[in-house]
């Protein structure tokens, strides 16, 4: 199957620095990722739609201005979390849809923990 | 607003049993759906994929069947093994949109 890697997959900051995470389609090209947030022991909850070349649609409630979001090519989206604090600790998680093919399914990267202290 | 709910919350069975996992969904309007498991502190692995056409789809020990009409996705797991063991998330694709609808997921423990 395709893969998507997330790199870091682990991440430790202190309040207020920004963090930046890459979310790569290594064996195929996605014109579209998504990403998503996850709380312990909960499902997984749509941040925003990224669109290689376009500025990324977020969801109802999720600040663009804090998690900017890049993709800047067919392979690559980056995820910056902005001036992080405590709240902002969970697990993010990216997934992308080839760009080829009909059925309409997607690929998960292994998903990048954040702490904030 | 489509709304995914998965039942049970949370299952432990002896290993070599069959069992199923439900998913349904509020608006039959689905453009797929699709299965997923997610180990501990890790992504998601895709399973099986029922495009709105089809009915089941069957990889291995794992089937999934769709009935769009009642709003329902069965995940049968034959000849459960520990290495089953994991979260197990149904998500939906909304016709007209991209994103996925996720349910809550069930928890699945076969013990040895």
């Known amino acids: 199957g395709a893969v998507v890697s997330q790199h870091p997959s682990w991440v430790i900051c202190k309040s207020g620095t920004s963090v930046k995470i890459e979310c790569r389609s290594l064996?195929?090209?996605?014109?579209?990722m998504f990403w998503y947030r996850q709380f312990p022991k909960q499902s997984l909850m749509l941040m925003a739609t990224?669109?290689?070349?376009?500025?990324?649609?977020?969801e109802q409630g999720v600040e663009k201005d804090k998690f900017l979001i890049n993709h800047a090519s067919l392979t690559l989206s980056t995820l910056t979390v902005t001036s992080a604090h405590p709240e902002d600790s969970s697990f993010y998680i990216c997934?992308?849809?080839?760009?080829?093919?009909?059925?309409?399914?997607?690929?998960f990267g292994e998903g990048s923990r954040l702490t904030v202290l | 607003k489509q709304e995914v709910t998965q039942i049970p919350a949370a299952l432990s069975v002896p290993e070599g049993e069959n069992l199923v996992l439900n998913c349904s969904f509020t608006?039959?309007?689905?453009?797929?759906l699709q299965w997923f498991r997610q180990d501990p502190g890790k992504g998601l692995t895709s399973l099986l994929l029922?495009?709105?056409?089809?009915r089941e789809q069957t990889s291995g020990r794992l089937n999934a069947s769709l009935d769009k009409s009642s709003g329902r996705s069965t995940l049968y797991i034959a000849a459960s093994q520990p290495g089953d063991s994991a979260t197990y998330l149904c998500?939906?694709?909304?016709?007209?949109?991209?994103?996925?609808?996720f349910g809550q997921g069930t928890r699945l423990t076969i013990n040895p």
């Open positions: 990224s669109n290689e070349g376009s500025k990324a649609t977020y």
């Open positions: 997934s992308a849809r080839p760009l080829a093919g009909g059925a309409v399914e997607l690929f």
């Open positions: 608006d039959s309007a689905i453009y797929n």
């Open positions: 998500a939906v694709i909304i016709q007209g949109a991209q994103k996925l609808v």
């Open positions: 029922i495009q709105s056409s089809q």
């Open positions: 064996d195929f090209q996605a014109t579209t």
